[in-house]
């Protein structure tokens, strides 16, 4: 009897990556942002500048307390999430790792990508001692927010405005967390504040 191969999966990014997660997460950027930022807004951001942002960022040495995450499906790229240590103010000293930026390719989901990536996040978190996985999600943007909190995750009251073009424009997010750590009774607590004067230009974390 023949065995059926399914090369779908999810590796670590290299520099090599940098064209191919650049272009996706323009993509995505779009996709996120179509219905928040005037055409002038969007067009400047380009695969070319994501692509440049990743490469100096892939290129050793690399902060080995960040990491990017890729899922694949027959050879190509097809989603991503990059992590790191989350600097919310609120969470100084818990040991909360958050969802930097993320999203499958829009012509490429439905297919389990998003959950396979989450899974691989969760685990390399908890492998790095982590206890709570956050991620910041447009307050707009119902059905990422879905997707999360059928992973597992939840609203915690924190709010932030996002600044997403060079004029200044805000966009309002969300934090979603969720406890990964093996004793649910070791789990860091989450207050309810907002960060403090925390402002972001990552591209934020997209339904999967």
Do not use: N
């Amino acid at each position: 009897m023949s065995r059926i191969h399914s090369d779908v999966g999810v590796r670590q990014a290299g520099a090599g990556d940098a064209e191919t997660v650049g272009r996706i997460q323009a993509e995505l950027w779009r996709d996120a942002y179509a219905d928040d930022l005037p055409p002038q807004a969007l067009a400047v951001s380009t695969a070319e500048a994501f692509a440049a942002a990743w490469r100096a960022s892939l290129t050793p040495p690399t902060q080995p307390d960040h990491a990017l995450l890729l899922a694949h499906a027959g050879g190509d790229v097809v989603g991503l999430v990059a992590l790191g240590p989350s600097e919310d103010p609120d969470l100084a000293g818990a040991g909360a790792v958050e969802l930097l930026v993320g999203g499958v390719a829009v012509h490429r989901r439905g297919a389990g990508h998003g959950s396979r990536l989450l899974a691989a996040a969760t685990d390399l978190a908890r492998d790095r001692g982590a206890g709570l996985l956050t991620a910041w999600v447009l307050v707009s943007h119902e059905r990422t927010r879905t997707f999360l909190q059928g992973a597992g995750f939840g609203p915690d009251r924190a709010r932030r405005e996002r600044i997403v073009d060079p004029d200044g424009r805000t966009v309002l997010e969300a934090r979603f967390a969720a406890s990964i750590a093996p004793d649910p009774a070791a789990a860091p607590r989450v207050t309810d504040r907002s960060p403090a004067g925390d402002e972001s230009r990552d591209s934020g974390v997209d339904e999967a």
